[in-house]
């Protein structure tokens, strides 16, 4: 206890917070991390500087020594290290960097820039903990805690560099900002030479969005419509026709949703945070696209309303001169987006900023920029029930707060849109393309799909799942208890490999789908062909395509995380399915995942493990009196590993609605006889089709 009565490691009272204190640290130490970068890479340029080589040969004596000291300092262990460099002179500083970490060194600005890192992150999570367990996070924490810095240098720069792990760093906004600092420190400064590619191609809207969307303007009405299109990277042009008469026009424009694919926006790091900051992006480029595309004519009046990533968009475009020349924009709205002092292109432009203080899109770089008041800027800044991210940035949160906790705001932003109330005359909606980049998942997920109605709306099957996870564990049960589980019907028999009926536990880790990130938790039993078993059809089974295979997988308990999930999965594929809370991190050796919920804990280590063809399978449900068959392929490193090492546990003495299940098949407690593991994975789930069964 200290002298003021406070206890070590908290806030003395009227003191600065800690994760203040710990990013103004951060700050520090990257200015000086830039500081040694700019000397190595002045050092580096005198040492291969011709003027150098020229003294060199008039002077062999002094000229050899200063670069014997030039390239010491630049390789040796305890010096500078050689600069990241791109660009002409890229090849040389590659070739020092080669040459330093061959003699032990490494680059003493990466080494300072992940010190600055570490502290970030240690600030964020001192603010944020619920971060912690979102999958960028985990990756981060994972290179950057290697015992030795040099190795977590080295694991740093592999993770930034690899495409599939930046989309889920790209969620990661308070971070962004150091990301991108420590990786021109690691890689050299990103080349901003290229164009940034966009489109956008007309798309129509299924009856039941048709059916959600505003048909009269208003604030909550095109917040709504975004809210409705968010999730599949559309925009909303509308033509409402204002009190006076005149037709003008609203661009609804929505932001990232994290967890789903999105083929409009960059591949990497440093093109997440250019559509996040710069005035040129593929996102901005896109929307001129679509306005040209809906034919607005020349100096029409003009609306950008946006969220999130969108609101940054519609700002960059009340900024462009020649956006600004072609319409006439008259206001310019972002919703949970970095404000800052963004001045329009056109004074007459009205910008509005509405911000949860604790939504960290707002704020990606830990500090909060207020706009500079001044007429034609409104910014409502507020604090919302829950601190929570992602949960504070969901427009869906905005909507209600705006509904409920803001009502003059709301009340303002009405009466400044008043020339956009009234009837909307045309609504058509654009899909952003990037045509940079192949679509995501290409070729694998590259397929036709089709909407399906739902009671949470349309959903596009087949279902893809792009950065998945997964641990199947596989344990030989009775074969009597297996067949008590399942329903009263004479044809579903478990098949058996011997004496012993197979059950399954699955845990997969959805990181990125189309119906959004999610956990789940599975128990299953091999079955046979519904109409003519045979003996050993699991075995032969697995030499034929899954479309082809006659035996399959019960689903006897499915538990999901969301509620998107559950509904897809009872109204598509028949599965009986509830809601839970879980966490599993499936991405290395040790295995974990636990339910409170369930009372379910899974963990250990994976032992030594064989590839082994992809996990396709054929999975039954029950919908009334047929039974449901759905395909599900896979495409991924999957592998074979005993289960020796891996334990199932249960903390609960409740019966169901898993660990019932769990307990009559012998499972708790025990080890799975293999364990089926991937750690990384794309898949596609189809419809389900019903049989007459």
């Known amino acids: 206890m200290r002298a003021d009565g406070t206890a070590p490691g908290r806030p003395a009272p009227g003191g600065p917070e800690p994760g203040d204190v710990l990013r103004d640290c951060a700050r520090d130490v990257l200015e000086i991390a830039e500081g040694i970068r700019a000397v190595s890479e002045r050092t580096a340029t005198t040492l291969t500087a011709p003027e150098l080589a020229a003294t060199t040969r008039r002077h062999p004596r002094t000229g050899l020594a200063g670069c014997r000291a030039l390239l010491r300092a630049l390789t040796a262990a305890p010096g500078l290290g050689a600069p990241a460099g791109t660009g002409p002179r890229g090849t040389m500083a590659r070739a020092l960097g080669l040459a330093g970490r061959a003699r032990g060194a490494e680059n003493l600005a990466a080494l300072a820039g992940l010190t600055s890192l570490r502290l970030r992150v240690t600030a964020v999570l001192a603010d944020h903990p619920e971060l912690a367990r979102t999958p960028g996070m985990r990756l981060l924490n994972r290179a950057i805690a290697a015992d030795r810095d040099q190795h977590a240098v080295r694991a740093l720069r592999a993770l930034l560099r690899d495409r599939t792990a930046q989309r889920a760093l790209s969620g990661l906004a308070p971070l962004i900002s150091e990301l991108l600092a420590v990786h021109a420190l690691l890689d050299g400064p990103p080349d901003h030479g290229s164009t940034p590619e966009g489109g956008a191609e007309a798309a129509d809207l299924t009856d039941q969005?048709?059916?959600?969307?505003?048909?009269?303007?208003?604030?909550?009405?095109?917040?709504?419509?975004?809210?409705?299109?968010?999730?599949?990277?559309?925009?909303?042009?509308?033509?409402?026709?204002?009190?006076?008469?005149?037709?003008?026009?609203?661009?609804?424009?929505?932001g990232a949703a994290p967890g789903r694919p999105r083929d409009d926006a960059p591949q990497d790091l440093v093109g997440a945070w250019r559509d996040l900051c710069a005035t040129d992006s593929p996102y901005t480029r896109s929307l001129v696209h679509a306005l040209a595309a809906h034919g607005i004519p020349r100096g029409a009046e003009l609306a950008l309303i946006g969220h999130g990533e969108g609101g940054n968009a519609v700002l960059n475009l009340a900024q462009d001169e020649d956006f600004c020349r072609t319409y006439r924009v008259t206001h310019a709205i972002a919703v949970g987006a970095p404000s800052g002092d963004r001045k329009p292109a056109d004074p007459r432009t009205w910008i509005a900023t509405v911000a949860n203080q604790y939504d960290l899109v707002a704020a990606p770089d830990g500090h909060r920029t207020r706009p500079a008041p001044g007429p034609g800027r409104y910014h409502v800044e507020y604090a919302g029930p829950t601190r929570e991210f992602p949960l504070c940035h969901r427009l869906r949160e905005y909507i209600e707060h705006l509904r409920t906790l803001l009502p003059e705001a709301r009340a303002d932003l009405d009466e400044a849109l008043a020339p956009y109330r009234g009837p909307v005359v045309r609504t058509q909606a654009y899909r952003l393309t990037n045509h940079a980049h192949p679509p995501a998942g290409h070729p694998f997920?590259?397929?036709?799909?089709?909407?399906?109605?739902?009671?949470?709306?349309?959903?596009?099957?087949?279902?893809?799942?792009?950065?998945?996870?997964?641990?199947?564990?596989?344990?030989?049960?009775?074969?009597?208890?297996?067949?008590?589980?399942?329903?009263?019907?004479?044809?579903?028999?478990?098949?058996?490999?011997?004496?012993?009926?197979?059950?399954?536990?699955?845990?997969?880790?959805?990181?990125?789908?189309?119906?959004?990130?999610?956990?789940?938790?599975?128990?299953?039993?091999?079955?046979?062909?519904?109409?003519?078993?045979?003996?050993?059809?699991?075995?032969?089974?697995?030499?034929?395509?899954?479309?082809?295979?006659?035996?399959?997988?019960?689903?006897?308990?499915?538990?999901?995380?969301?509620?998107?999930?559950?509904?897809?999965?009872?109204?598509?594929?028949?599965?009986?399915?509830?809601?839970?809370?879980?966490?599993?991190?499936?991405?290395?050796?040790?295995?974990r995942a636990r339910s409170e919920d369930l009372g379910l804990v899974v963990e250990g280590r994976l032992g030594p493990g064989v590839r082994c063809p992809d996990a396709d399978r054929a999975l039954y449900g029950r919908r009334g009196s047929g039974t449901v068959r759905t395909l599900v392929r896979a495409h991924g490193g999957l592998r074979l590993h005993p289960g020796a090492g891996v334990r199932v546990r249960l903390d609960t003495a409740a019966a169901e609605p898993l660990a019932g299940q769990l307990r009559r098949l012998g499972i708790d407690g025990a080890r799975p006889l293999f364990v089926l593991a991937c750690p990384q994975f794309m898949a596609h789930r189809g419809g389900g089709a019903e049989l007459a069964r």
């Open 445 to 591: 997920l590259t397929l036709a799909t089709a909407p399906v109605r739902t009671t949470v709306g349309p959903v596009d099957v087949p279902v893809r799942y792009y950065d998945s996870a997964a641990a199947h564990l596989c344990f030989p049960v009775d074969p009597s208890a297996a067949r008590s589980l399942l329903p009263d019907a004479d044809w579903l028999t478990p098949s058996r490999l011997g004496p012993r009926a197979l059950a399954v536990l699955s845990v997969h880790e959805h990181r990125c789908t189309t119906i959004g990130p999610y956990t789940e938790i599975a128990l299953s039993v091999l079955v046979d062909d519904l109409w003519r078993p045979r003996p050993y059809d699991a075995v032969t089974d697995l030499l034929r395509p899954v479309d082809l295979r006659r035996t399959g997988r019960y689903v006897l308990s499915l538990g999901v995380t969301t509620e998107a999930a559950r509904v897809v999965a009872r109204e598509v594929w028949g599965q009986p399915v509830f809601t839970m809370r879980a966490e599993a991190d499936l991405t290395c050796r040790e295995i």
């Open 209 to 254: 969005r048709r059916r959600i969307v505003a048909t009269e303007g208003s604030l909550l009405g095109f917040l709504r419509n975004i809210e409705a299109l968010a999730t599949d990277g559309r925009i909303l042009v509308q033509n409402v026709r204002g009190p006076d008469g005149v037709v003008r026009y609203v661009v609804q424009a929505p």
